[in-house]
């Protein structure tokens, strides 16, 4: 088989992502896990540049990365005892996780077969910017609504999050 | 063969292949790299970019931690280093070789693998940044798409190597050090982006060479261009300063309560990598804004008034500001005034930081942004007229805003937080 140089890339990407979400589900220490789902979500954010999805691939770092992540590790962090906490597997999980789990990979087997053809944007057109792209969707086309709820859902968590971080100022 | 293809998109999305530096660079210096099989031979002009990059940003540091201490110094009327080589220039070096030969000390009760891990981290983060920064029209690693959203992406997980490194460490201080830099660098990533928003409503591009191509002469720089991306550099200014923790936002190192924040336990060359990352963010913030609002590697003169060739273009170019040496140059000086504030201004409290932030930086930044977004409606493309009234309105707001300032300045201290503000623009 041959193998240039991106196709290595991409199998290095491929593997990175699998190793460490493997890490991620079977490591007990709770930050470790934290810690290497920062790899898999840096990986998955490489498998999109494949894709020839820079602008999700960007977003995929600073949303998950730079933000969910963060918060996830602030919470951990912030909740005493919980660093030495050894994360524990109870047989009730294991069948319900298995199940979830088991439904996730059917869809996604399901949308992977039921592609016609990885066809990829012709490359011509590929020289346009992505964001040009996703803004005619979002803002002309037939995502305008969808995009709309999704802010006005965010709008009503910002307000959500400021009205209970004050209530303790109030109450004083 | 969709990994084929998709290898070939990785290719367009990398390399602009006409235009770019690299590549050029390979032809006239390396020809037997353009004699390898296509793609081997595109990966290999990759890495002989960044290995530029990386030769030479290591360095960086060097010359700015002298210039640091020297400012210092003269600030504080003193000398600063002077025993070293001629004038002290040689003492970053000594200290360099000093931290070398130090011992590397990691804490029984940290954790091993992270404690080694997270320098590398927040290093490789801060040196990836300078992959999409233009020094000039083909002086670039990367000209990606998404450009300016790329650096932000790569700047948001330094945070996660900050908290791995005072986690790891296992010490109070470093853990508290951390705690506050991670917050502190998530809130100010907003009004940093939202000052980037208002550049990108403006140029409609992500592209860091698109946001410069519109930048010729001084009357087209960007923080001139509007009233609202005036402000917009202030606050993006000030914002990353507190993004590469410095006084007076340095909390997360404070000296008198921290010892040394999240690097504490760190000694020899792991210190010396948080160092380097350190000066190397100070480098690539300052020249990401000269980027964004100061025309980048365009001067003050639009381009075509001047001669191109030769010796004679490139000094002509320097000197009014363009170029490598031009982004260089103001890149140095907006440098200068980040060491020129953390001598001068004492340092925030946790509430005064983050009251700056989400109180004031935030809701001027989404002011500016429906300003930015009007300003383009009444004015689709840049006419004299706009930049007149643009540049009358700035210097109004200035007139008004010194005069408000002087006078509640004689009336003495009055809210604390905003005289700080008001002190800093």
Avoid at chain 2, 27 to 51: D, N, R
Wanted: proline share 4%; aromatic share 12%; net charge neutral.
């Amino acid at each position: 088989m041959e193998l240039n140089p991106q196709e290595l890339v991409f199998y290095l990407f491929a593997l990175l992502t699998i190793a460490s979400a493997v890490v991620v589900v079977t490591i007990k220490n709770i930050v470790y896990a934290a810690f290497s789902l920062m790899v898999t979500l840096f990986s998955v954010a490489g498998l999109y540049v494949f894709l020839q999805a820079d602008f999700l691939a960007a977003t995929q770092v600073i949303v998950y990365v730079g933000g969910i992540l963060v918060l996830i590790l602030f919470g951990v962090m912030m909740t005493s005892g919980s660093l030495d906490l050894k994360l524990k597997l109870e047989r009730g999980q294991l069948f319900w996780g298995g199940v979830v789990s088991l439904t996730i990979f059917g869809l996604l087997l399901s949308v992977i077969t039921n592609t016609p053809q990885w066809e990829n944007v012709d490359i011509g057109a590929s020289q346009e910017p992505t964001t040009r792209k996703i803004g005619e969707m979002i803002m002309k086309e037939e995502y305008l609504l969808p995009f709309e709820i999704a802010s006005i859902l965010l709008l009503v968590a910002l307000i959500g999050a400021a009205l209970i971080s004050r209530k303790e100022v109030r109450d004083e | 063969m969709p990994l084929g293809l998709q290898a070939e998109n990785l290719h367009q999305f990398f390399v602009q292949a006409s235009e770019n530096w690299a590549q050029r660079f390979a032809q006239e210096h390396a020809p037997f790299l353009t004699h390898l099989p296509a793609p081997l031979g595109e990966l290999a002009i990759m890495l002989a970019c960044c290995v530029i990059f990386v030769a030479v940003v290591p360095l960086l540091p060097l010359g700015l931690v002298l210039a640091e201490r020297k400012v210092s110094a003269h600030i504080q009327d003193r000398v600063g280093p002077m025993r070293v080589g001629p004038h002290g220039i040689l003492q970053t070096l000594a200290d360099g070789v000093k931290l070398i030969f130090k011992e590397d000390h990691i804490p029984r009760e940290g954790d091993r693998f992270l404690f080694v891990v997270s320098p590398y981290i927040i290093f490789a983060c801060s040196f990836a940044v300078f992959a999409a920064i233009p020094f000039g029209q083909s002086i670039l690693v990367s000209n990606l798409n998404i450009g300016i959203f790329y650096i932000m992406a790569i700047s948001s997980v330094v945070v996660m190597g900050v908290i791995m490194a005072g986690w790891a460490s296992n010490s109070k201080w470093s853990l508290l050090g951390a705690m506050r830099s991670a917050a502190q660098l998530v809130s100010y990533e907003i009004p940093i982006g939202l000052g980037i928003l208002t550049v990108v409503m403006l140029v409609q591009s992500l592209n860091m060479q698109d946001i410069v191509k519109g930048q010729d002469g001084i009357a087209n720089w960007i923080v001139f261009r509007t009233p609202f991306t005036f402000i917009a550099f202030f606050v993006f200014f000030i914002s990353a300063i507190a993004e590469v923790n410095r006084t007076p936002f340095d909390l997360p190192e404070a000296e008198s309560e921290l010892v040394a924040g999240f690097h504490t336990e760190y000694s020899g060359m792991r210190f010396a990598l948080f160092f380097i990352a350190e000066y190397a963010n100070m480098f690539a913030v300052s020249a990401i804004a000269a980027t964004l609002f100061l025309g980048g590697w365009h001067g003050i003169v639009p381009a075509e008034m001047l001669p191109q060739a030769g010796i004679l273009g490139f000094v002509l170019r320097a000197v009014t500001l363009g170029g490598l040496i031009g982004v260089v140059i103001k890149t140095l000086l907006l440098v200068f005034v980040m060491m020129w504030l953390r001598w001068t201004l004492p340092r925030l409290r946790v509430d005064q930081l983050m009251n700056l932030c989400w109180k004031y930086f935030i809701p001027i930044s989404f002011f500016n942004i429906l300003g930015v977004g009007i300003w383009g409606l009444i004015f689709p493309t840049d006419t004299l007229l706009s930049i007149v009234i643009s540049i009358v309105v700035i210097i109004l707001g200035l007139i008004l805003t010194f005069g408000v300032l002087g006078k509640s300045l004689s009336k003495g201290p009055s809210n604390s937080a905003e005289r700080r503000i008001s002190a800093t623009t």
